[in-house]
Nanobody, 124 residues
């Protein structure tokens, strides 16, 4: 059974940095698409960053230049490096994966697997 487990969240001050990790278990086959989503209280879940098996990436406009998505296939782990954090980045962050290859999508229904989330809180 495929499982995605996020870690690395926490509380930081504005301008700080965090690195989120998504550890994958239950498969060694790899994924065609992986992504990070976030959901703030009272808001819809939104795509933050995505990377496909060709290495193509996509970022939502609000994080461009500050966040970087990467993956370590040897460790079966997806990362989200977050710099220059802002209070509006406060949210629960979720890792997601799709078995087959796809373009870097922010549409939730394109993903087969989801983690439970890790909380990121940025104070001003």
């Amino acid at each position: 059974q495929v499982q995605l487990v996020e870690s690395g969240g926490g509380s930081v001050q504005s301008g700080g940095s965090l690195r989120l990790s998504c550890s994958v278990s239950g498969t060694t086959a790899g994924f065609g698409l992986m992504g990070w989503f976030r959901q703030a209280p009272g808001k819809e879940r939104e795509g933050v960053a995505a990377i496909n098996s060709d290495g193509n990436t996509r970022y939502t406009d609000s994080v461009k230049g500050r966040f970087t998505i990467s993956q370590d296939n040897a460790k079966n782990t997806l990362y989200l490096h977050m710099n220059s954090l802002k209070p509006e980045d406060t949210a629960m962050y979720y890792c997601a994966a799709r078995a087959s290859s796809y373009y870097p999508s922010f549409i939730r229904y394109n993903y087969n697997y989801w983690g439970q989330g890790t909380q990121v809180t940025v104070s001003s």
